[in-house]
């Protein structure tokens, strides 16, 4: 399976972007899935996440202002983005599929870079 995100850009403070991820296979409906960031000289972060079962999570940082959702029949899942700070800047990753040994799920899009501007 492979993931593709797009849809990040340059954002002005208090804008809005949406992230996509599209899968080559139909596994959103099958199990977790998650997203990620990792900004200059820090490690990733978990951002959001739907559970396999359904429940939603999101970080202190981002609660209230991000959405995780998905789309099975397009195999697509997507991180609406509200209220942008400048701190969110960071190349976002998404992530589904199976839990794996390090605690990741297995599979990995390429990153997509949000920059919110001063």
């Known amino acids: 399976v492979q993931l593709q995100a797009c849809g990040g850009g340059f954002v002005q403070p208090g804008g809005s972007l949406r992230l996509s991820c599209a899968a080559s296979?139909?596994?959103?409906?099958?199990?977790?899935i998650g997203w990620y960031r990792q900004s200059p000289g820090k490690q990733r972060e978990w951002v959001a996440s739907i559970a396999a079962g359904g429940a939603s999570n999101y970080a202190d940082s981002v609660e209230g202002r991000f959405t995780i959702s998905r789309e099975y029949a397009k195999n697509t899942m997507y991180l609406q983005m509200e209220s942008l700070k400048p701190e969110d800047t960071a190349v976002y990753y998404c992530?589904?599929?199976?839990?794996?040994?390090?605690?990741?799920?297995?599979?990995w899009g390429q990153g997509t870079q949000v920059t919110g501007l001063q």
């Open positions: 296979g139909s596994i959103f409906s099958r199990y977790g």
């Open positions: 992530n589904a599929g199976p839990v794996s040994r390090n605690g990741y799920r297995t599979y």
